[in-house]
Each structure stands twice: as C-alpha cells, then as structure tokens.
C-alpha cells in the first residue's frame, strides 16, 4: 500500500508565504516523478510543478518567480515553497507521485490539504 500525505497548507494574507510538504511511504521500488496539483472552487485541477528523479523541474506559468519545489529522493518527500501568494492562489493542492510498484509505473495522489490566500 502506498501513501502520499501533504501537510502545510492552511490560511495566509496575499502576500504571504506557504510551505507545503509531501511525503510518501509504503510499498514501492522507487518514484520516479512528484508534482503538485491544484484545484480551486470552480476550476479542474492543474500542474503547480513537478520535479523528476533527475531534479528536473517544471513550473506552471503563474508559479514561475513565486513558487519552488525541491525534493529529498533519500528521504521520499517533496516540498512547494510559495511566496507572494494571491488570492487566486486558493485551493486544494495535492500532492501526486508516479511510482514503480511491483514492476509497473502508477500514480498515486495526496488526500489534499487547503489553502486559503485572503485579500
């Protein structure tokens, strides 16, 4: 069984600053890539960032310049520094991790922690 748990989000004035943390446990081989998603009220879910086993990182267009991920592959967490947060910034961010288990690659996902930026 495996298990993504995020921690770290809660309520912050815009412009303040966030750290999520992700961390993964359980049966698998390794992981291969981890990212974080969002979802706000009304909206589908979308890529924040990602980072891959090789450190490379990806980040979405209104992350860039506000937000960093890093992760610790020794340890199977990940984390998203957010600065500069805005309103638009509310959601539920969850973690997601794609993962060899028994052989296969699969993609697990976080039960998702709040974060509410007031104006």
């Known amino acids: 069984q495996v298990q993504l748990v995020e921690s770290g989000g809660g309520l912050v004035q815009a412009g303040g600053s966030l750290r999520l943390s992700c961390a993964a446990s359980?049966?698998?081989?390794?992981?291969?890539?981890m990212a974080w998603y969002r979802q706000g009220p009304g909206n589908e879910r979308e890529m924040v960032a990602s980072v891959t086993t090789g450190d490379s990182i990806e980040l979405a267009d209104f992350a860039k310049g506000r937000f960093s991920i890093s992760r610790d592959s020794a340890m199977n967490t990940m984390s998203l520094q957010m600065d500069s947060l805005k309103p638009e910034d509310t959601a539920v961010y969850y973690c997601a991790a794609v993962m060899v288990v028994v052989g296969n690659l699969e993609t697990y996902w976080g039960q998702g922690t709040q974060v509410t930026v007031s104006s």
């Open positions: 359980g049966s698998f081989r390794s992981i291969n890539s």
